[in-house]
């Protein structure tokens, strides 16, 4: 969970693991995405992005910025976004999260 403190003074609560698919122009582009809570000092937990772009294809981070802030609401921005060769993980094949946020 990704806890981040709402302009109202209320505290939101997102998924910090969303698979949420892309439109198509973006399946192109992204193999996979991964999101974590990271500290911050106003708002508690900030969002941040890791991305893994298909084999050959290039992805900038700030395209990825844009059409999530086109789509989403601004508290669910990503802060960060990294582009990533693979995500971590485990032999079970989960997502390592700590292994993310220390990016």
Do not use: Q
């Not at 991305?51 to 700030?62: I, K, L, Q």
């Not at 079970?92 to 993310?100: C, D, T």
């Amino acid at each position: 969970m990704i806890e981040r403190a709402a302009a109202a003074a209320s505290t939101v609560r997102e998924n910090a693991f969303v698979a949420v698919p892309p439109p198509v122009t973006w399946t192109v582009k992204l193999e996979v995405a991964a999101v974590v809570g990271v500290p911050d000092p106003t708002y508690g937990e900030a969002v941040k992005a890791c991305v893994v772009p298909r084999a050959g294809a290039a992805v900038d981070a700030e395209d990825v910025r844009r059409w999530v802030a086109a789509r989403l609401a601004k508290f669910k921005v990503p802060r960060e976004i990294v582009v990533l060769d693979t995500l971590p993980r485990n032999p079970n094949g989960k997502v390592i999260k700590h292994e993310l946020r220390a990016l």
